[in-house]
């Protein structure tokens, strides 16, 4: 239930709090004094979008908070957003329209608040009787009813067929383009096989060009440097051994002297691994101009394909293998054709058993929906409406279903049903609206319903039973309910009133929970408009026959 509301910021509201109870909290308030825009900052606090002219003070940042308490939500986002029983919703929007979201103290995004939001509030404005209106929305009132598995699982069907279809039509239609982008890829594909491309001896083909480039010179600086170190008839392994010899001979009669001893013996074993390293690289690498010509051929072709699918070698195997993906994607052959018909009329095969399905439970729905609401309806006043639903015929499976439902409804004896868009007012959307809301109640976890405008084109007799109603949904549901009629005011368990008042050309609006005298003071006003003696004593006994 929602426990607490803050609001700050917004259009007529500089700072209000409100603590809201269980179950029938009813909302009054003049005409113009901001009822339908505390129904609007519940929608901020749930994740709608912000209109930077409702800003009160465009320096100042606009924050919306909200309590939920006793809540039901999936295990995941508990455990993500640090949810017990409870859940706190803040929202705070900067002077430049920038958001910032706590979900329990945690940053969320806006999209995280939105779906925390429909699974913590059900707000009903004139916005649904628009959906009532519009025989595309019943559907969706209708599969609320279903298991969610047979919709999911024709949606799924449908999607799967859809897809089939579309992709054979463009290969029949496209073919002669296909065949073309097939060659295309194909020429690609064996322009990269033919190099048979190894990254490992690949990336070193610039080392070894460079090397056998200069492989004259290479062999030179070898020879010399031999020459020098051990092959000449003056060497440094000669000078080396002579010195050792010299050093020998006196190494054991001054420390400083084994000292110079040992380290020209190092050096000696140095220049012996020189010596032996520049032999094996002398006697391993031949020159050899036709392995260099290879090479370079080599690395040509493959900086060719580099420029074109690189930068790496390792993009070229990738693109390579993006290739051969898109190649068996576009197979366009007769064998294939056929294959992918094949497919497309299996997968239409299934699409029809699933919109079967979908159609028995769309019907048995459609039965158990017309008792419930004709009942509900009868408890609201229209004693002679006659509701259905009828699923009507479509030309062909869409993404909805070859049968959809629409909603017909008469509410005088002696007339046939006709569509609820062209024969209901805006007292009987009303009255529909909550008979549906009552039958969602005892299936849908939302534990808050808002009502704005619930009782609209409703008075007298019809008025008490939409009061009555309401209560005896409140005991299921926490009900938020906007109200211009006393008689629904006084069957709320907690009664707020909106109080608009102007001070140094500014408007200000507060919303106050209301003790008896101040309610039977409201309710007053609210019968005649004045707080007569006969009008306080109405609103005392409504009080009292619907307390």
Same mark, same amino acid.
């Given at each position: #239930?929602?426990?607490?509301?803050?609001?700050?910021?917004?259009?007529?509201?500089?700072?209000?709090?409100?603590?809201?109870?269980?179950? @029938?909290?009813?909302?009054?308030?003049?005409?113009?004094?901001?009822?339908?825009?505390?129904?609007?900052?519940?929608? #901020?606090?749930?994740?709608?979008?912000?209109?930077?002219?409702?800003?009160?003070?465009?320096?100042?940042?606009?924050?919306?908070?909200?309590?939920?308490?006793?809540?039901?939500?999936?295990?995941?986002?508990?455990?993500?957003?640090?949810?017990?029983?409870?859940?706190?919703?803040?929202?705070?929007?900067?002077?430049?329209?920038?958001?910032?979201?706590?979900?329990?103290?945690?940053?969320?995004?806006?999209?995280?608040?939105?779906?925390?939001?429909?699974?913590?509030?059900?707000?009903?404005?004139?916005?649904?009787?628009?959906?009532?209106?519009?025989?595309?929305?019943?559907?969706?009132?209708?599969?609320?009813?279903?298991?969610?598995?047979?919709?999911?699982?024709? &949606?799924?069907?449908?999607?799967?067929?859809?897809?089939?279809?579309? +992709?054979?039509?463009?290969?029949?239609?496209?073919?002669?383009?296909?065949?073309?982008? &097939?060659?295309?890829?194909?020429?690609?594909?064996?322009?990269?096989?033919?190099?048979?491309?190894?990254?490992?001896?690949?990336?070193?083909?610039?080392?070894?060009?460079?090397?056998?480039?200069?492989?004259?010179?290479?062999?030179?600086?070898?020879?010399?440097? @031999?020459?020098?170190?051990?092959?000449?008839?003056?060497?440094?392994?000669?000078?080396?051994?002579?010195?050792?010899?010299?050093?020998?001979?006196?190494?054991?009669?001054?420390?400083?002297?084994?000292?110079?001893?040992?380290?020209?013996?190092?050096?000696?074993?140095?220049?012996?691994?020189?010596?032996?390293?520049?032999?094996?690289?002398?006697?391993?690498?031949?020159?050899?101009?036709?392995?260099?010509?290879?090479?370079?051929?080599?690395?040509?072709?493959?900086?060719?394909?580099?420029?074109?699918?690189?930068?790496?070698?390792?993009?070229?195997?990738?693109?390579?293998?993006?290739?051969?993906?898109?190649?068996?994607?576009?197979?366009?052959?007769?064998?294939?054709?056929?294959?992918?018909?094949?497919?497309? @009329?299996?997968?239409?095969?299934?699409?029809?058993?699933?919109?079967?399905?979908?159609?028995?439970?769309?019907?048995?729905?459609?039965?158990?929906?017309?008792?419930?609401?004709?009942?509900?309806?009868?408890?609201?006043?229209?004693?002679?409406?006659?509701?259905?639903?009828?699923?009507?015929?479509?030309?062909?499976?869409?993404?909805?279903?070859?049968?959809?439902?629409?909603?017909?409804?008469?509410?005088?004896?002696?007339?046939?049903?006709?569509?609820?868009?062209?024969?209901?007012?805006?007292?009987?959307?009303?009255?529909? #609206?909550?008979?549906?809301?009552?039958?969602?109640?005892?299936?849908?976890?939302?534990?808050?319903?808002?009502?704005?405008?619930?009782?609209?084109?409703?008075?007298? +007799?019809?008025?008490?039973?939409?009061?009555?109603?309401?209560?005896?949904?409140?005991?299921?549901?926490?009900?938020?309910?906007?109200?211009?009629?006393?008689?629904?005011?006084?069957?709320?368990?907690?009664?707020?009133?909106?109080?608009?008042?102007?001070?140094?050309?500014?408007?200000?609006?507060?919303?106050?929970?209301?003790?008896?005298?101040?309610?039977?003071?409201?309710?007053?006003?609210?019968?005649?408009?004045?707080?007569?003696?006969?009008?306080?004593?109405?609103?005392?006994?409504?009080?009292?026959?619907?307390?």
């Amino acid at each position: #239930m929602l426990s607490y509301l803050k609001i700050r910021n917004f259009s007529v509201f500089e700072e209000v709090e409100v603590e809201f109870d269980r179950g @029938l909290n009813v909302i009054t308030g003049e005409t113009g004094a901001g009822k339908s825009l505390l129904v609007e900052s519940l929608k #901020m606090v749930l994740g709608e979008r912000f209109s930077r002219d409702k800003q009160r003070d465009t320096l100042q940042k606009t924050v919306f908070e909200a309590l939920f308490e006793e809540i039901a939500l999936d295990t995941e986002t508990k455990e993500k957003f640090e949810i017990d029983n409870s859940i706190i919703l803040r929202r705070e929007i900067d002077s430049s329209g920038k958001n910032r979201i706590f979900i329990n103290g945690n940053l969320a995004t806006l999209n995280e608040l939105k779906e925390i939001g429909k699974k913590l509030v059900d707000i009903h404005g004139q916005h649904d009787h628009q959906l009532l209106l519009n025989p595309d929305s019943h559907k969706l009132f209708i599969d609320k009813l279903i298991d969610e598995n047979i919709v999911i699982d024709f &949606k799924n069907s449908y999607k799967k067929y859809i897809e089939l279809k579309s +992709k054979l039509e463009n290969i029949v239609k496209n073919r002669k383009e296909l065949e073309i982008k &097939k060659q295309i890829l194909q020429e690609q594909l064996s322009e990269i096989e033919a190099l048979n491309i190894d990254i490992d001896e690949d990336s070193k083909l610039e080392e070894k060009i460079k090397f056998l480039s200069n492989i004259e010179k290479i062999k030179n600086a070898i020879d010399a440097s @031999l020459q020098i170190l051990s092959y000449g008839d003056i060497s440094i392994e000669k000078l080396l051994s002579e010195l050792s010899h010299h050093l020998l001979i006196i190494k054991d009669l001054k420390s400083e002297f084994k000292s110079v001893y040992e380290k020209t013996e190092d050096i000696s074993y140095e220049i012996n691994d020189i010596v032996n390293t520049l032999e094996n690289i002398f006697d391993f690498e031949e020159y050899n101009v036709d392995e260099l010509n290879n090479l370079i051929d080599r690395k040509m072709a493959l900086d060719k394909l580099l420029k074109r699918y690189g930068p790496t070698l390792e993009d070229l195997l990738n693109h390579k293998e993006n290739i051969k993906k898109e190649l068996e994607s576009l197979d366009t052959g007769d064998e294939y054709i056929e294959k992918l018909q094949s497919e497309v @009329l299996k997968a239409f095969e299934e699409l029809k058993n699933k919109d079967n399905l979908l159609y028995e439970e769309r019907r048995k729905i459609a039965k158990k929906l017309k008792k419930g609401i004709e009942a509900i309806l009868k408890e609201l006043e229209l004693k002679d409406a006659v509701f259905e639903v009828k699923l009507k015929e479509q030309d062909k499976i869409t993404a909805d279903g070859s049968k959809l439902p629409e909603f017909y409804i008469t509410t005088n004896k002696g007339f046939d049903t006709a569509p609820l868009s062209k024969v209901a007012s805006g007292g009987e959307l009303s009255r529909i #609206m909550l008979a549906l809301k009552e039958i969602f109640a005892e299936i849908d976890e939302i534990n808050t319903l808002i009502f704005d405008e619930v009782d609209t084109g409703i008075s007298g +007799k019809t008025a008490k039973k939409v009061g009555e109603k309401l209560k005896a949904l409140s005991s299921k549901k926490q009900l938020i309910v906007i109200t211009h009629l006393p008689i629904v005011a006084a069957m709320g368990n907690a009664h707020f009133h909106i109080i608009k008042s102007s001070a140094n050309d500014k408007t200000f609006t507060l919303i106050k929970k209301l003790n008896e005298n101040e309610r039977k003071e409201v309710l007053a006003t609210m019968i005649s408009g004045t707080n007569s003696a006969s009008s306080l004593s109405q609103a005392e006994e409504l009080l009292k026959s619907n307390g």
